[in-house]
């Protein structure tokens, strides 16, 4: 497979943050940047479902009690 040099723009707190991250998990981030893409291939989109941030913990477990009694047929 032949590689290519890709530019990207990124703010710089927020590409810091991520080397940091990914360096604490042993790579860099062109290679956490290529599971992305891998992964967004494989799936055929976004390797995670998108949603709106949520700062209340309780929200989210509320929410996804919820939706899991709507996947289960309890609610209707």
Do not use: H, W
Request: aromatic letters at 4%; a positive charge; charged letters at 20%.
């Amino acid at each position: 497979m032949s590689k290519v040099s890709t530019n990207i723009t990124l703010d710089n707190d927020l590409k810091q943050k991520a080397k940091s991250l990914y360096s604490s998990l042993g790579m860099d981030l062109t290679t956490a940047i290529t599971i992305f893409l891998t992964q967004s291939i494989r799936e055929r989109g976004m390797p995670f479902k998108p949603t709106l941030c949520v700062s209340d913990p309780e929200t989210v477990i509320e929410k996804n009690n919820s939706q899991s009694e709507q996947n289960n047929g309890s609610v209707r």
